[in-house]
C-alpha cells in the first residue's frame, strides 16, 4: 500500500532554521509536493521535486533522494507567519498518478 | 485574476440528506480535484474531472459523485449524507499536462457538518 510518514509537530524560534522530513512508500512515484496551510484556510503550493537533489525558492528549499524514498521541506529564517501545517504528497503512478497525501507536520513558532 | 472558488462555505446537513457543493477553478486551469479533509488529517482524494469526465478516483464510495460542466466548473454531490462525512470538501484546480499537473491551487473549502 501507500503511505507517507511525516512528524506530527515541530516547535521552532523565530528567526531560526527547520526541516520538515517527509519517508514514503508508494509502488510508482512521481515526484514529491509540498504544501502549506494555515489554520482555517486552503492549501498552498510551496514545491515539487521530480528529480533527486535540492530546489530552492526564497527562504524555502525542498529535497529528495529518490532511492531513499525520502525529502524534506527546509524553512529558513523563520517568521511568525511561517506558522502552519506543513503537507507532503507524493504521486503516486500505482493509483494511477493519484496525489497521496501525508497526515501534516503543525509547525509551531516561538518568539 | 480569481482563485479557485467555492460554494457554500459552511452548511449544516441531517444524516440521510444530499449535498451539494460548487467549485469554480482558477482562470486559465482545466482540471478540477476534490478533496475530503477531516480535521487534523491530510486530505484524501475524491476525485478528478477533466473535459468533463471523471478521470481518476479515490478509494470512496459511489454515494460522492460529480460533474464537470463545459466552462471547467465542477460539482461534487452527496447522498445519503452519514455522520462521518462532516469535513471539510476542497477544490483544487490545475492544468491537465507537463508540469502543470503538479501545481494545484486549493479554494478556501466547503465545510460541511452532518448532525
Known amino acids: 500500500g501507500q503511505s507517507l510518514e511525516q512528524p506530527s509537530e515541530v516547535t521552532a524560534v523565530e528567526g531560526a532554521i527547520v526541516q520538515i522530513n517527509c519517508t514514503y512508500q508508494t509502488s510508482g512515484f512521481y515526484g514529491l509536493s509540498w504544501y502549506q496551510q494555515h489554520d482555517g484556510g486552503a492549501p498552498t503550493f510551496l514545491s515539487y521535486n521530480a528529480l533527486d537533489g535540492l530546489e530552492e525558492t526564497g527562504r524555502f528549499s525542498s529535497f529528495l533522494s529518490r532511492s531513499d524514498s525520502y525529502g524534506y521541506l527546509l524553512l529558513q529564517e523563520l517568521q511568525m507567519k511561517d506558522s502552519a501545517s506543513y503537507f507532503c504528497a507524493v504521486r503516486d503512478g500505482g493509483s494511477n498518478y493519484q496525489l497521496i497525501w501525508g497526515a501534516g507536520t503543525k509547525l509551531i513558532i516561538k518568539p | 485574476d480569481a482563485g479557485v472558488t467555492q460554494s457554500p462555505t459552511h452548511l449544516i446537513k441531517t444524516r440521510g440528506q444530499q449535498v451539494t457543493l460548487r467549485c469554480s477553478p482558477k482562470?486559465?486551469?482545466?482540471?478540477v480535484s476534490w478533496y475530503q479533509q477531516a480535521l487534523g488529517q491530510g486530505p484524501q482524494f475524491i476525485f478528478q474531472y477533466y473535459e468533463e469526465e471523471e478521470r481518476q478516483r479515490g478509494n470512496f464510495p459511489d454515494r460522492f459523485s460529480g460533474h464537470q460542466f463545459p466552462n471547467y466548473s465542477s460539482e461534487l454531490n452527496v447522498n445519503a449524507l452519514l455522520l462521518g462525512d462532516s469535513a471539510l470538501y476542497l477544490c483544487?484546480?490545475?492544468?491537465?499536462?507537463?508540469?502543470?499537473?503538479?501545481?494545484?491551487?486549493f479554494g478556501a473549502g466547503s465545510r460541511l457538518t452532518v448532525l
Open positions: 483544487a484546480s490545475s492544468f491537465f499536462g507537463g508540469s502543470g499537473a503538479n501545481v494545484l491551487t
Open positions: 482562470s486559465g486551469h482545466d482540471t
